[in-house]
C-alpha cells in the first residue's frame, strides 16, 4: 500500500539533513503527538499537555534554534524546501503545533538569514533561543485590533493604516499599540517581532517598521488564550503595548528595507501555509486510507464502489497539484538567482495563490473525507474532525482569501487602485 510519501515531491531539491530533521520529527509525532491529539485539543487554555511536547521539538530536536547561524549555535536553516519538509511532518501530527513551532522564528528572518544579515541583532537575541534548555517563544506581533489584513497589505496602503506606533526618543523607541490573534500570544511569548509605523497616517514604505520587543519590557502585557475552533496548541490573545521602551538598535533593518522584508516574510508565511496544508492532508490521506480498506457497504469495502473510487481520486488530485505547487514555490524562494528576491512582488503574488489554493484545498480535502465517513467523520474518535476545525483558518489568516486575489491579481494584471 502506498504511504503519503509516495505523493509527488521532487527529492532532488531535499538534503540529507532535511531528510534527517524529518525522520527525528516523524518519531516525535509518532510517539508524543500522535497519542496525546485528543488531549492536545482540549488543553487551549493552560498547555499542561502541550508544552512539554513542544518543548522535545523546540529543544531537543533543536527547532528553535533552526533560523539562527551556527556561529551563535543555531541551525542555520535557510532553505524554504527544508522548511516545508519539516511543516509536512510537524502537521501531520498537529497543525497548531506546526504554527506555534513556526512561527517563533517567523519574526527574525528578517536579521537571520544569509542574504539580510543583521549581525549584531543576531547576537543580541540569538542566543536566548540557542543557548539554552528551555522553549523560548517569538511571537509575530503584526496583526493590530483595527485590521489584520490592513497591516499585511503592504503595496496598496504601504503603512497608512497601521494603528502600532513606534515614536522616537533619544537613542530609543516608545511604543504603543494593541496587537491580537499573534501565534505565540497568550502569555506565551518570551519577545516579539511588532509591526508598526513610525509615521502614523502616512502611506510610505519608509516608515514601515519591525521592531523587537522582549515580553518582560515594561508596559507589555499579554492577555489570556482566546478559546478557537480548533489549533488549541497554539496560544492567541491580545498584546498591549503602553509607552514600552526599546533600544533604537532593535530595529530590524531599517527604513524602507523593514518593509521590503516583510513581503519576503509574508511570501515565506504563504508557502509555510501550504506546508501546513500538506502536513494535515497527509494525515487525512491516512485516515481515509483505515476507513475505505475497513468499512463495507452494500457487500463490499467502499473503495471497491465505483463512484466512491471517484471522490478518492479527485482528493488525491488536490493533495497531489498542492504538494507540487508548494515545493515549487519554495524551491523558487530558495534560488533567487533564478526566480529574482523573494520580496519581490512577483513572487508575493506567486506565493499567495499557493495559500489561497492550498489553504482552500485542505478544507474541501476535510469536507469530502467526511463526507465519505459518514457520521464517524464528525466524531471526536475517528480524528478527521479535528483536522476539519484546524484547517480552516488556514484561509483566514494573512489577511485572509481577499489580500491573496488581491496580491495575485495586482502583479498579473497590474493593477493601480486595488
Ligand atoms: C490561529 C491563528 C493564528 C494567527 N497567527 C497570527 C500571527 O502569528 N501574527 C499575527 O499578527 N496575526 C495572526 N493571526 C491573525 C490573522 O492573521 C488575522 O486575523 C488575519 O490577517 C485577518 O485580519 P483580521 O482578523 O483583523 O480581519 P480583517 O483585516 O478585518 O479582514 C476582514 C475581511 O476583509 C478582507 N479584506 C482584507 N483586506 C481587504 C481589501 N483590501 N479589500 C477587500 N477585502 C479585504 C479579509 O480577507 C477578510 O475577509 C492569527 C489568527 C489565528 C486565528
Redesign the pocket.
Known amino acids: 500500500m502506498p504511504t503519503y510519501e509516495n505523493i509527488a515531491r521532487p527529492e532532488e531539491w531535499i538534503t540529507d539533513t532535511d531528510r534527517q530533521v524529518a525522520a527525528a520529527i516523524r518519531k516525535w509525532v509518532d510517539e508524543d503527538v500522535w497519542p496525546n491529539r485528543h488531549k492536545i485539543d482540549d488543553d487551549w487554555r493552560g498547555h499542561e499537555i502541550v508544552k512539554p511536547i513542544m518543548k522535545k521539538l523546540m529543544v531537543d530536536i533543536g527547532y528553535q534554534r533552526g533560523i539562527w547561524p551556527e556561529q551563535i549555535g543555531g541551525l542555520g536553516a535557510s532553505s524554504c524546501v527544508g522548511f516545508v519538509v519539516c511543516c509536512e511532518e510537524i502537521a501531520r501530527g498537529d497543525s ?1 503545533m506546526c ?1 506555534a513551532a513556526n ?1 517563533c522564528g ?1 519574526p527574525f528572518m528578517h536579521i537571520a538569514l544569509p542574504w539580510h544579515r543583521n549581525d549584531r541583532l543576531v547576537e543580541k537575541f540569538g542566543p536566548m533561543f540557542c543557548d539554552t534548555d528551555e522553549m523560548v517563544m517569538g ?6 485590533a ?8 503592504i503595496d ?1 496602503t504601504h503603512g497608512q493604516y497601521i494603528q502600532t506606533r513606534a515614536e522616537r526618543d533619544g537613542g530609543d523607541w516608545i511604543i504603543n499599540g494593541h ?6 500570544s497568550g502569555g506565551l511569548a518570551d519577545i516579539f517581532g511588532v ?1 508598526c509605523t513610525t509615521r502614523p497616517g502616512v502611506e510610505d514604505d519608509e516608515a514601515f517598521a519591525l521592531i523587537y520587543v522582549p515580553a518582560d519590557t515594561p508596559g507589555v502585557t499579554q492577555g489570556k488564550p ?1 478559546r ?1 475552533a480548533g ?1 488549541s496548541a ?1 496560544f ?1 490573545g491580545d498584546i498591549w503595548f503602553e509607552n514600552v521602551r526599546v533600544p533604537a538598535e532593535n530595529r530590524a533593518q531599517g527604513p524602507g528595507l523593514d518593509a521590503q522584508y516583510a513581503r519576503e516574510m509574508i511570501s515565506w508565511g504563504n508557502v509555510m501555509t501550504g506546508g501546513y496544508a500538506l502536513g494535515s492532508m497527509n494525515r487525512v490521506y491516512e485516515i481515509l486510507v483505515a476507513w475505505v480498506n475497513n468499512r463495507v457497504v452494500a457487500g463490499k469495502t467502499l473503495k471497491e464502489h465505483s463512484i466512491i473510487a471517484g471522490h478518492l481520486g479527485e482528493i488525491m488530485t488536490l493533495i497531489e497539484v498542492v504538494k507540487s505547487d508548494t515545493y515549487c514555490k519554495a524551491r523558487m524562494l530558495d534560488r533567487p538567482d533564478l526566480y529574482g528576491p523573494g520580496h519581490s512582488r512577483e513572487m508575493l503574488a506567486k506565493t499567495r495563490s499557493t495559500k489561497l489554493f492550498a489553504s482552500d484545498a485542505l478544507t474541501t480535502v476535510c469536507n469530502q473525507a467526511m463526507d465519505l465517513m459518514g457520521a464517524a467523520g464528525y466524531a471526536h474518535e475517528y480524528d478527521l474532525e479535528k483536522i476539519w476545525r484546524d484547517s480552516k ?1 488556514m484561509s ?8 491573496c486575489r ?1 496580491d495575485t491579481a495586482r502583479w498579473y494584471f497590474e493593477c493601480e487602485d ?1
Open positions: 497548531g504554527t512561527c517567523w511571537c509575530p506581533a503584526i496583526t493590530d483595527r485590521s489584520g489584513s490592513d497591516v499585511e497589505n496598496a496587537k491580537l490573534w499573534c501565534t505565540n509591526f482566546y478557537k489549533m497554539d492567541n483558518i483566514l489568516w494573512m489577511g485572509g482569501r481577499s489580500l488581491l486595488v
